[in-house]
Each structure stands twice: as structure tokens, then as C-alpha cells.
């Protein structure tokens, strides 16, 4: 049962199943699927926060002791043994530290993408495997394909407007070979995974969805990155070098960004003005109008592949560059094996160094990396 | 299942369940003056009387309770602020480390809110307090002791205190000593009276009583402030209307634990070494908690720390075994912490995170031993491949 190779039946079989349970509805949801599948399930909380109590009392599916209750409540409720699992030493070095040093290096980083491939599928993943589990079962909407050949593929769930299978793209062969996502092709809508936890007597039905970044209580992430940060103020230039403006810290911006910029002075053309760039070394943000934007070509980095790497040379894939961003098509390669390059058939705009981009093959997820730089059509690069 | 969490709850005697149920249907509030106050109130009596004659106390010095952490409060914090008030010298708290919650965060609630200086009692590697060590403590000045806590049988590590000798050092100085017997009643000779103890907190789900009623065993001289205000029940220490059922079932798991107390002692002892034996000669490497002379511990205790396992990862394997066991005191079992009881003996964290405590009871047969025999080989080492996270 500790063997990592990937299965070679489609069989349904009853494998020992770890139940990943945030205390939300969809995770709640799918160990029940996973129980009612005939599988052996036994669910897991798992504590990300070192001091939970301090954490915000609402309700938004991580980290706090009444997550942790509401979990235990689904768990009793399936019928599954439930145990709390302490992560939040891994949590902390390996995805709450790397946001902050990836903020503060000037980049936009994905702490999503980082926890499934650090801690969710990687540190649960391993202690479940070596307790004899098969598999980890998680509330993502996202598809697990198994190939004549035992091979697995990711793909996006049957519900466009639910997949998250961008925040899995970091997921490699064999993480994916234990991986269970029993909601990947659920075609309803929210209100219908709602009805049916309330059919199943889980209470968690009600309860809010939760937000993007589950540490950040208030949802302010600015405020977050500043306490630990601190303040450094620094100038806010246009293209030119002129200097618009002041800021707190660098940190705090994205590029994209239009609101919060506090400049006084209008734009000669009058036109709204966005972040470009970031360098977090002269502390200073750059601004300039939506046209300068636009990003023709990007180069990434720490490449995972979901499944078999991609053909050598350059091929034409959809490619995704935030969680909930449209899918855009580009031409990716992948170039000494460690660097993708990728040209846009249409500029984007709104991309960060830090973010992941997901690659697609339809709707199969064929891998992601992490962006370094990007070309734009005017103006400096970043 | 093979049920082996007794010090966690035991199964409701057959005994007390008659008693409960014969008395739920019946009305009658005890402090009532009418016939059907009477008649619970003779109810409650007759308990009382029974219980004290089960723990050699007088019915007078047996106060009911909503279970044994409101017992434990009552009596430390009770007694803190009656002595204090007393002589507002007396602020200094004496109490073993190896307490249970509901006394160490009463101690430390003390400290925090009520001006308590709290002294923790120096214990060997099996959590035993030696009363000269309670002697050294107390004789450093006797005048500003408010109380002393020492419980009379760890629940964790099972290791027995020398209650009658740390009651003769206390009594000496004229100063009270409670001790929680939740884990001893039932299982040793508990005897209040012989004791010399001037409080002892007991509780009847652990002995096969119902859940929600416990007892301050108080002597006649002590006058805690009361926690709980109301109606002046229970000597005006605590207020609240009897629960006559309870009372009825906890006094008959009381005449039913201590009429069986020695042949508990031989036949569960011996289930126990039994189990210890076992689990030593599947897992060679695993240390036994608390005293190895039986003699030293409750017959019913069996607790082991496994190096390089976590307790968590040991309790999920056995529990999909259908054994049913505890990695230490339930309280704890959150999100897992190393154990304070075992830390206190010295035990490294690392080696303490990997604990498991297995408790026998009433209930438990030599097939609920083989169980574990045949099982905890492989656990411990399934655990020990996935670490400590």
C-alpha cells in the first residue's frame, strides 16, 4: 500500500482514503462521496495556524478552533474516525514565509498552488501513505483521468465555472497518482453541493465560502504584509522616472493594480493609471496607462508537470495566469529543461512575476511554473 | 470493539443504570417540603449516607457536584479564597505538577486573577511527590500557604502519591491538602476519613456511574467560598437543585466499585501486566510511564511512549483496528501536544508526542488484551515509517 506506482485498473476497489476536511462544505461534501463510494475514509483537520485562538471567529474554511470543530461535526456525521493533524510548522516555513519573502522580493505569489504542493499533497500526502492510506481525498473541483497505461492526467472539472484545477497544476505524476477529488465532476452549481451536505444532515451547509488566502483573516492582505514588514516609504514614478507619488512599501502592490495608488497629480493623457512594475531593490512602484500592460511573452521557472512532460520544442497551448483568470492562448517551450518560455498570441495584461501559469492541452492540465519575467509590448520590461 | 479507554469513561453498571431509571420517573425537588420533596430528599440521604460509608467519610462531608472538574474548582479555588480572606498573608499555592486540567488551570486561573503565588512540587521520573519535598515546601513558610493540591493517582501515567503521608506533613502545619481521587476511587483503598485529607474530589462516570455528578468529599472543619451562588444547597457551598437520579446511580456504582475494589486489584491487574508483558515483547524499545511496581500504580494503568511515533498516528491505526485506547488525557487530545504529566517527569518532548495509554475496566477481558498483543507490533512500526510531522 506504500508503493507509488501508479494503478493500473479502473475498477472500482475500496481503497483506504484520507479525507483532507477544512470544516467548509465542499471538503464535508466530498468525504461523504468518498465514504458513500464504499471507500475506507477517515478524515483529517488540518491545524495551519500556530495560534489558532487568534485567528478570526467567522467562518471561512481554514485554520480556526471552530473550523476545527465543524470538521469533527461532518466527520461524526459521515460516520468517519476524524483526528487533527498539527501542520503548522511545515505551514509556516513552506507557504506562509515563502509569500511573505516572494511579497517582499517585489512578486505576487499563489499561496494556494504552494499548500498543495507543499502540505496538502506533499507532507499529508506522505505521512497518509505511510500509515497505509492509498490516497488523499480533497473538496477541489478538478478531474483525475487514469489512461489505459496506469498513467494519470488532471483535468478541469466538468464545471468551468468551478474548476480549480489551476491551483493543482503544481501536482506531479505521483502526487496525482494518490489524488482524489470527488466534487472534479460535479455539473451544479453551489446551491446544489449545499442542498445535498443539508440532504447528507451536514450542517456545514449554510456555512460562507471561504476566502482565497486562508491566513489572512481580514482579507487585507496589505495590512498583513505591512505588520510583518514593516513600513518603507519609497516613490511612485511614471514611465518617464517622474516621480507621481509616495507609498508604505513596495510590497504592497501588484502589478495590475489601479485602485489605492493615492496620486494626486492626474495622468497628462487623463487616463487611469495601473502598477507596471515593482523593484522592491530601489523600493519604487512604476505606473503607467493600461497599454503599457500589455505582456507579449513571459519567460517561468521550477516547471512540474501533471503527468507526462510536454514534447520538446515549441507547441500551442491555453494557458491560465490566476485562479479565476480566462484561459488565453499562448506558445510555450521548454528550454534546458528548467526554463518555459511562452509568447502570447494576444498581449495579457495583469501578469506578475511570482504567479503560476498553467498550462492546457483542452482540458487537460499539463503543467505549471512560476513566472520570472515578463516582455511587454511597450515600455520596460519586468 | 475492544474498548481499552476506561480512564476516559467506563460502561454504566447494570447497578446504577436501575437506580437512575427508577428515580427519573419520579417528581420531586429535595428541597421541597412537601411529600414529594421528602420523599427525593431521603433519596439524596440515603445516597449521601451510602457514598460517605463507601469512601469512609461522614454524610455531612460529602457535597455534590456536577462531576469532578467542578469538584476540583470548588475545592482550589474555594479553599484559596476561604483562606485568604482568613489571613490575606496566605496567597501561596502548592500543587504537583502532574494535576489534572481541571485543578492545574484552577491553580494557574489563581495566579492569573487572584493574586496566587503558585509553587509546583518538585516529582521524580514516575510523577511521585515525596512529602519531604511537601515538608521543604510548606516549613519555608508556613504562614502564607493558602492550600495544597496533589491528586491521589495520576490518569495518565496511572503512578499512586503517598496521600497519607503528604496529608500527615500538611496536617502538621495546619494546612488543607485536596487531592483529586477521580482516578483512584474504585480502584484503591480510598478511605477519606483515614486519609487526614481536608478535601477529595471523586466523580461516578469513572467508576460506572452516570456522566454530570461528582462529589467534594469536604471536611467538617472547611468553609470554601463558594463558585457556584443560588439556593444555598449542599452546607452553602454549592447552590443548585439536587440531581436525586444521579445522586441514586453514582451511590450505587459506588457500593457496587467498592464491594468488587479487590477482586478489580487481582483480576484487572493481572489483565494489565498481561498487556504490558505483550506490548514490551512486540515493541522492545517502548518505555513505560509512571511506576513499573504495580504496587506503585492503578491496577487499570498501562501507559507507553514509543520512540519516533507520533500518538496520533498510533491511536488512528489501532482505532481502525477497533482498538479503542487514548494517547493521554482526552482533554488534550486536540490538536496534539506533548503531555504536561510527562514532561514534568523529565520525558523528552520528542519521546512524549509518541504516547499511548491504554486503561482497562470492569469490562475488559483477556480477548481485549490479545487484541492489542496481536496488533501493536505492526502499529508501531506503520507509525514510526510515517515520523513525526
Known amino acids: ?382 | 470493539m475492544v474498548y481499552l479507554d476506561h480512564a476516559a469513561t467506563t460502561p454504566m453498571l447494570p447497578e446504577a443504570v436501575q437506580a437512575m431509571t427508577a428515580q427519573l420517573t419520579v417528581t420531586g425537588n429535595a428541597s421541597s417540603l412537601h411529600a414529594a420533596g421528602r420523599r427525593a430528599r431521603r433519596t439524596v440521604e440515603e445516597a449521601r449516607e451510602s457514598l460517605a460509608a463507601s469512601l469512609g467519610a461522614r454524610p455531612s462531608e460529602v457535597v455534590f457536584t456536577a462531576g469532578g472538574t467542578e469538584a476540583d474548582n470548588l475545592a482550589v479555588k474555594g479553599l484559596y479564597w476561604a483562606r485568604r480572606a482568613a489571613d490575606p498573608a496566605r496567597t501561596r499555592v502548592l500543587a504537583s505538577p502532574v494535576e489534572h486540567h481541571a485543578v492545574l488551570d484552577a491553580v494557574e486561573w489563581l495566579a492569573e486573577h487572584e493574586g496566587a503565588t503558585v509553587e509546583w512540587l518538585p516529582v521524580d521520573s514516575y510523577g511521585r511527590v515525596h512529602p519531604d519535598a511537601l515538608r521543604e515546601a510548606i516549613a519555608r513558610n508556613p504562614g502564607d500557604v493558602a492550600l495544597a493540591t496533589v491528586m491521589w493517582a495520576n490518569n495518565e501515567i496511572g503512578t499512586i502519591q503517598p496521600v497519607h503521608e503528604l496529608s500527615a506533613v500538611a496536617t502538621e502545619f495546619d494546612v488543607p491538602l485536596h487531592a483529586d481521587a477521580v482516578q483512584a476511587f474504585g480502584q484503591l483503598d480510598v478511605d477519606f476519613g483515614a486519609s487526614g485529607l481536608a478535601a477529595m474530589t471523586v466523580s461516578a462516570h469513572k467508576i460506572g456511574g452516570p456522566y454530570g455528578i461528582g462529589a467534594l468529599l469536604l471536611g467538617r472543619a472547611y468553609a470554601p467560598v463558594p463558585v457556584l451562588h443560588g439556593g444555598g444547597q449542599e452546607r452553602h457551598v454549592r447552590s443548585g437543585t439536587l440531581d436525586t437520579p444521579a445522586i441514586a446511580a453514582f451511590a450505587a456504582a459506588g457500593r457496587y466499585a467498592v464491594a468488587h475494589r479487590e477482586e478489580f486489584d487481582r483480576d484487572i491487574g493481572a489483565l494489565r501486566d498481561d498487556l504490558i508483558k505483550a506490548v514490551r515483547a512486540a515493541a522492545p524499545d517502548a518505555v513505560l510511564g509512571g511506576d513499573p511496581d504495580p504496587a506503585g500504580r492503578l491496577p487499570a494503568n498501562a501507559h507507553f511512549s514509543f520512540p519516533g511515533c507520533e500518538g496520533d498516528s498510533l491511536l488512528l491505526l489501532l482505532d481502525a483496528q477497533g482498538i479503542e485506547c487514548s494517547t493521554g488525557s482526552a482533554c488534550t487530545a486536540g490538536v496534539a501536544q506533548p503531555s504536561h504529566v510527562l514532561l514534568a517527569t523529565g520525558m523528552s518532548p520528542a519521546l512524549a508526542r509518541g504516547t499511548l495509554r491504554f486503561s482497562l475496566g470492569h469490562t475488559s477481558t483477556a480477548q481485549d488484551v490479545s487484541a492489542v498483543a496481536d496488533a501493536i507490533g505492526p502499529v508501531v512500526e506503520r507509525a514510526r515509517s510515517a515520523g513525526l510531522s
Open chain 1, 1 to 382: 500500500m506504500t508503493d507509488d506506482a501508479p494503478r493500473t485498473d479502473d475498477a472500482p476497489r475500496r481503497l483506504r482514503v484520507l479525507a483532507a476536511m477544512s470544516g467548509g462544505v465542499d471538503s464535508a461534501v466530498a468525504a461523504a462521496r468518498a465514504a458513500e463510494a464504499g471507500h475506507d475514509v477517515t478524515g483529517v483537520h488540518l491545524a495551519l495556524s500556530e495560534n489558532p485562538k487568534s485567528f478570526r471567529t467567522g467562518a471561512r474554511g481554514c485554520c480556526t478552533i471552530e473550523d476545527s470543530h465543524d470538521a469533527r461535526r461532518a466527520a461524526d456525521v459521515i460516520g468517519i474516525p476524524f483526528y487533527v493533524w498539527d501542520l503548522a510548522e511545515r505551514f509556516r516555513e513552506d507557504v506562509v514565509d515563502d509569500f511573505i519573502a516572494e511579497y517582499e522580493a517585489g512578486r505576487t505569489p499563489n499561496p494556494c498552488l504552494r499548500c498543495n504542493e507543499k502540505i496538502k499533497f506533499a507532507a499529508l500526502l506522505d505521512k497518509a501513505l505511510a500509515l497505509g492510506f492509498d490516497a488523499v481525498c480533497t473538496g477541489h473541483y478538478a478531474t483525475v483521468v487514469t489512461n489505459p497505461d496506469g498513467s494519470r492526467e488532471l483535468h478541469r472539472a466538468s464545471d468551468m465555472a468551478k474548476d480549480q484545477s489551476y491551483v493543482l497544476g503544481v501536482l506531479d505524476d505521483r502526487q496525482l497518482a494518490h489524488a482524489m477529488f470527488p466534487l472534479g465532476d460535479t455539473r451544479t452549481t453551489k446551491a446544489e453541493i449545499r442542498e445535498e451536505a443539508a440532504r447528507r444532515g451536514l450542517f456545514v451547509a449554510k456555512k460562507p465560502d471561504s476566502h482565497d488566502i486562508c491566513f489572512i483573516a481580514d482579507g487585507d492582505t496589505q495590512g498583513f504584509l505591512a505588520k510583518r514588514l514593516g513600513a518603507a516609504e519609497g516613490d511612485i514614478v511614471d514611465e518617464s522616472g517622474t516621480v507621481v507619488g509616495s507609498h508604505e512599501g513596495a510590497y504592497g502592490f501588484t502589478i495590475g493594480q489601479r485602485k489605492g495608488l493615492r496620486i494626486g497629480r492626474p495622468a497628462p493623457d487623463g487616463k487611469p493609471r495601473y502598477v507596471l512594475d515593482i523593484s522592491p531593490v530601489t523600493n519604487t512602484v512604476t505606473v503607467g496607462p493600461a497599454a503599457s500592460l500589455d505582456v507579449t511573452a513571459l519567460t517561468a521557472i521550477r516547471p512540474r508537470w501533471c503527468g507526462r512532460p510536454p514534447t520538446s520544442g515549441p507547441a500551442a497551448y491555453t494557458a491560465q495566469l490566476r485562479a479565476h483568470g480566462d484561459e488565453t492562448e499562448v506558445t510555450a517551450e521548454l528550454v534546458d529543461g528548467t526554463e518555459l518560455r511562452v509568447s502570447f498570441t494576444t498581449p495579457a495584461r495583469g501578469v506578475a512575476p511570482g504567479q503560476a501559469i498553467v498550462l492546457y492541452d483542452g482540458t487537460r492540465v499539463v503543467g505549471s511554473a512560476t513566472i520570472a519575467t515578463t516582455e511587454r509590448r511597450v515600455g520596460a520590461g519586468a
